[in-house]
């Protein structure tokens, strides 16, 4: 085991909470809407066209006026992918110029606005705005690492709200299966991924959850949470709590990485995440049969 069993059963409890609080966030941010529809239906063997009312589930507007990609479902993961790849590239430009202003700039920006969405799904906007610029500059000036965990309670929800309701099954499906072939990249080859996390941990700025014990300190990237909430945010539009199935089967498997891996070693968490997503999609799909 990597870390001790309690800064190990932490980091599970850390991560479930993150998911659950997020699907929420996202339950939160769905409203339900009457909807009139025209259907054609039989009557005495005659077409008749005949108005009817349905229930729709739609996402209400961000705050603030913020706006969501305009992407195509289907098509989304070629966007998403793209994005990610220039972030990447980006962090790795900071990293090799060591721009310190730039980064911290950066994370600023990139967890006030996940949490001014985040918060907005419980509180109204002006509270939501003057919560999330606290909490974002203790975060990014302050080194609070009570304060850094618990806003990563709340920053992947504000995320997953903006992605959830323009990706679909498929698309999140082959995100995850590129994502873990990065991650192996990444962690196990040119191992450029665990440059940047040191970098960000000497910082302490860590896009992740971050918790230091003696001498070494416990990491769970941003990503590895990130990426399994979108998964059951997007099967929560179509199953709704069920989804929360996939949250526990996820979280077994990082149970599963933390208690396998070795001391002073690093390992890519979302090929064993992306395992754990896709067992809780097949349990679901087999209660739904």
């Known amino acids: 085991m990597k870390h001790t069993i309690y800064i190990t059963v932490v980091l599970i409890v850390l991560f479930f909470l993150t998911q659950t609080i997020g699907l929420k966030i996202i339950s939160n941010y769905i409203t339900v809407k009457e909807v009139v529809k025209q259907e054609v239906v039989l009557e005495d063997g005659k077409e008749v066209v005949k108005e009817v009312t349905v229930k729709e589930e739609v996402f209400r507007e961000l705050p603030y006026g913020i706006e969501r990609p305009d992407i195509k479902e289907k098509t989304s993961y070629l966007q998403i992918i793209l994005a990610i790849a220039i972030a990447t590239g980006l962090a790795l430009i900071l ?3 060591q721009a310190m202003r730039l980064w911290k700039l950066w994370f600023f920006l990139s967890v006030f606005f996940t949490l001014l969405i985040a918060f907005n799904a419980f509180i109204n906007q002006i509270g939501a705005l003057v919560l999330a610029l606290v909490l974002a500059s203790i975060k990014t000036f302050k080194n609070n690492m009570f304060v850094h965990n618990l806003s990563e309670l709340f920053i992947y929800g504000g995320l997953a709200v903006i992605f959830v309701p323009v990706v679909n099954v498929v698309s999140i499906v082959i ?12 962690v196990w080859k040119t191992k450029h991924m665990v440059r940047l996390a040191k970098f960000q941990a ?4 860590f896009a992740g959850l971050f918790i230091p014990y003696g001498n ?3 990491i769970l990237g941003g990503g590895d949470m990130g990426f399994p909430l979108l998964f059951s945010g997007v099967l929560f539009k179509t199953y709704g709590w069920n989804a929360l199935i996939a949250v526990l089967t996820t979280t077994i498997a990082l149970a599963y990485l933390l208690i396998r891996s070795e001391k002073s070693k690093y390992y890519p968490a979302m090929p064993f995440l992306t395992v754990g997503c896709l067992i809780g999609f097949v349990i679901i799909k087999l209660i739904f049969l």
């Not at 995100?175 to 990444?186: E, H, V």
């Not at 000497?202 to 700025?205: A, E, G, Q």
């Open 95 to 97: 990293l090799k110029f």
């Open 216 to 218: 070494k300190s416990a």
């Open 202 to 205: 000497r910082m302490k700025l």
């Open 175 to 186: 995100i995850l299966f590129l994502i873990s072939i990065y991650d192996y990249i990444a």
